[in-house]
Structure formats: structure tokens, C-alpha cells
């Protein structure tokens, strides 16, 4: 089977080892990820703000890059949850439409991929520290990721896991949210950042980049040394040397 890594904008520029911790992981269990260089952004950005034509621009080179996958894994809920609106965008051109909900039904996160197509929850990792986790928004509420990451987590030796209050309440990012409504999306991400700070963890998890990475800089700013990981990363340092 042909599986492509679709790394999104965030990963790709700014946190690439994410991108490799997945493909170091998957290779431990035969997958050997694929990267169509044709990708780009998904259109996100311009679909939320309401420039519809432009994210169908963007969707097409998507919908081109990944036509031969017969999966997309990504490390972003957000990402990932955009292409399950790739349909409204085409809901009037019959042939991308159709092309638009085969890309919908084969791409997946990365832990749905894991645990849902591989059957994989144990990977043998050892993280000897108190974690907490934040459930992103789109990963949950469009995606339906809720079981995936805990099992993972729960298989992982000497990990203390605390949970995390409120957890399902948005960190204030939001894309261009936090752009048009800085104010609003700065008191929220202190909160969640405040909420982190009470489980005493010394570690933040998730599975969406722009979640922890306004988390993680609203806990730099306030000088805190809550270290911020996406959960591949934390997985693929657990299992090093195994």
C-alpha cells in the first residue's frame, strides 16, 4: 500500500521533527510514508476567513498530490479535519466532489491511523514523567479522536498521567481567530495555560502543532519550564534504543 505523509504547513516549517518522528515510528511496523512534494496548505486559513474560491485552489493541489495514496497520515487534527469540508467546497462540481470524499475517507491523523488501521497501541516506549494532555478542537469535535491518544498513552512504562481540567475548552488559537480577536484569544490561551500549570506536569501533550505551539509560547512568555511535545515526538523518544 502506497501511505503519504502530508506534513502541513506548521510541521514543515517550523516543527520537522515531528514529521520524521512519524516516519520513524510507522517504519517500525512496515510503513514506509511516502511525500508527494506537490503538497501545500490545505486552505484552511482562506475556508475560515470565507475566500472559498481560493481554498478550492488549494484543495485541488492537495486532491492532485495525494490522488494515487491509498492512505494520508498527518500530525494534525486541524489539517486533517479540513479536508472532511473538502466536499462542501465542491458540493456543486460532481467530479471533485467525488474526488474530494475519496481523499476524505482515506486520510487520517496520525493515531487514528496508529490505533484505528494498524491496530497498534503499545509501541514499547519508556517516558519516566507526569504528563497531561490537550484534546485539540478539531481533532475531537470533527475528527471524533478521543480513545486513540489515551490508549497509546496508557501503554507507555513509567509515564505518570494527570489529567487535564477543562481540557476540552479551546486554547484560544483558532487560526485566524487569534489574528481578528488577539484579546479574546490571549485571555484563553493564558487559562488553558494556567490550567496546564495546575496538574504540576512537566510535560504537555497533544496532537495538533498549532495548539501547543500557542500554548507553549504563552508558557515561555511566563517562563515556565513545561516542556510541550507533540505525541509522536513523545512516543518516538520512547521507544529510542528499544
Same mark, same amino acid.
Request: charged content about 20%.
Given at each position: 500500500?502506497?501511505?503519504?505523509?502530508?506534513?502541513?504547513?506548521?510541521?514543515?516549517?517550523?516543527f520537522?521533527?515531528?514529521? $520524521?518522528?512519524? @516516519?520513524r &515510528?510507522?517504519?517500525?511496523?512496515?510503513? @514506509?510514508?511516502?511525500?508527494?512534494?506537490l503538497?501545500?496548505?490545505?486552505?484552511?486559513?482562506?475556508?475560515?476567513?470565507?475566500?472559498?474560491?481560493e481554498?478550492? %485552489?488549494?484543495?485541488?493541489?492537495? &486532491?492532485?498530490a495525494?490522488?494515487?495514496?491509498?492512505?494520508v497520515?498527518?500530525?494534525? /487534527?486541524?489539517?486533517?479535519?479540513?479536508?472532511?469540508?473538502?466536499p462542501?467546497?465542491?458540493?456543486?462540481?460532481?467530479?471533485?466532489?467525488e474526488?474530494?470524499?475519496? #481523499?476524505?475517507?482515506?486520510s487520517?491523523?496520525?493515531?487514528?491511523?496508529?490505533?484505528?488501521?494498524?491496530?497498534?497501541?503499545?509501541?514499547?516506549?519508556?517516558?519516566? =514523567?507526569?504528563?497531561?494532555?490537550?484534546?485539540?478542537? =478539531?481533532?475531537?469535535?470533527?475528527?471524533?479522536?478521543?480513545?486513540?491518544?489515551?490508549?497509546?498513552?496508557?501503554?507507555?512504562?513509567?509515564?505518570?498521567?494527570?489529567?487535564?481540567?477543562?481540557?476540552?475548552?479551546?486554547?484560544?488559537?483558532?487560526?485566524?481567530?487569534?489574528?481578528?480577536?488577539?484579546?479574546?484569544?490571549?485571555a484563553?490561551?493564558t487559562?488553558?495555560?494556567?490550567?496546564?500549570? $495546575?496538574? %504540576?506536569? %512537566?510535560?504537555?501533550? /497533544?496532537?495538533d502543532?498549532?495548539?501547543?505551539?500557542n500554548?507553549?509560547?504563552?508558557?515561555?512568555?511566563?517562563?515556565?519550564?513545561?516542556?510541550?511535545?507533540? &505525541?509522536?515526538?513523545? #512516543?518516538? $523518544?520512547?521507544?529510542?534504543?528499544?
Open positions: 500500500m502506497k501511505v503519504s505523509l502530508f506534513i502541513t504547513c506548521l510541521s514543515d516549517a517550523l520537522p521533527p515531528v514529521g $520524521e518522528a512519524m @516516519a &515510528l510507522l517504519a517500525r511496523y512496515g510503513v @514506509a510514508l511516502e511525500f508527494p512534494r503538497q501545500t496548505c490545505c486552505g484552511q486559513p482562506a475556508f475560515n476567513s470565507g475566500y472559498w474560491k481554498a478550492r %485552489e488549494t484543495a485541488r493541489t492537495l &486532491l492532485d495525494f490522488e494515487d495514496s491509498d492512505y497520515i498527518s500530525p494534525s /487534527g486541524s489539517c486533517t479535519g479540513m479536508i472532511h469540508h473538502y462542501k467546497l465542491f458540493e456543486h462540481d460532481p467530479v471533485m466532489l474526488r474530494a470524499k475519496a #481523499l476524505q475517507a482515506k487520517y491523523e496520525f493515531t487514528q491511523f496508529l490505533v484505528g488501521v494498524l491496530g497498534v497501541t503499545d509501541l514499547g516506549a519508556t517516558f519516566p =514523567h507526569k504528563v497531561t494532555y490537550h484534546p485539540s478542537c =478539531h481533532g475531537t469535535r470533527i475528527l471524533g479522536i478521543k480513545d486513540e491518544p489515551m490508549q497509546l498513552m496508557a501503554q507507555v512504562k513509567g509515564m505518570e498521567f494527570v489529567d487535564l481540567p477543562f481540557a476540552e475548552d479551546c486554547c484560544g488559537f483558532g487560526g485566524t481567530f487569534a489574528v481578528k480577536m488577539a484579546d479574546i484569544s490571549g484563553m490561551v487559562e488553558k495555560a494556567d490550567h496546564v500549570l $495546575e496538574t %504540576e506536569a %512537566e510535560v504537555l501533550v /497533544g496532537l502543532l498549532a495548539c501547543l505551539m500554548i507553549a509560547g504563552n508558557l515561555r512568555f511566563r517562563g515556565e519550564p513545561v516542556r510541550v511535545m507533540h &505525541l509522536a515526538e513523545l #512516543l518516538y $523518544e520512547g521507544v529510542k534504543g528499544a
